[in-house]
């Protein structure tokens, strides 16, 4: 089976850093692009970074540039997401999502298209106080 496990959640304080991970297994397919979502109590899902999987662009959505940090390992089949001077409002539930779509490539923008990813993980809680 096609999985994505994320981990590294947990609770910590205002201005403090985490580091979430997401591992792929299985036989994803050829992978495009890779992102994290986050989705708080009582909200939709947002989408927080992207990435490409070949060439490593990155993309960001303005509640978190210059906070966190989007990469990729993909000997590992791995994607990382440095989280620094978190804040309240980074409270969430962050989902790792793959896609096996080449249109997540058209344009900066699609790599933080919800509706671009095909596979989803888990999600992983995160909770700043």
């Known amino acids: 089976d096609v999985q994505l496990v994320e981990s590294g959640g947990g609770l910590v304080h205002v201005g403090g850093s985490l580091r979430l991970s997401c591992v792929a297994s299985?036989?994803?397919?050829?992978?495009?692009?890779m992102g994290w979502f986050r989705q708080a109590p009582g909200k939709e899902r947002e989408a927080v970074a992207g990435i490409y999987i070949e060439g490593g662009s990155t993309y960001y959505s303005s509640n978190v540039t210059g906070r966190f940090a989007i990469s990729r390992d993909n000997a590992k089949r791995a994607m990382y997401l440095q989280m620094d001077s978190l804040k309240a409002e980074d409270t969430a539930t962050y989902y790792c999502?793959?896609?096996?779509?080449?249109?997540?490539?058209?344009?900066?923008?699609?790599?933080?298209?919800?509706?671009?990813?095909?596979?989803w993980g888990q999600g992983t809680q995160v909770t700043v106080s």
């Open positions: 299985g036989d994803t397919g050829r992978r495009y692009c």
């Open positions: 999502a793959a896609s096996t779509q080449i249109r997540c490539l058209y344009g900066g923008g699609s790599a933080l298209r919800e509706r671009e990813y095909n596979i």
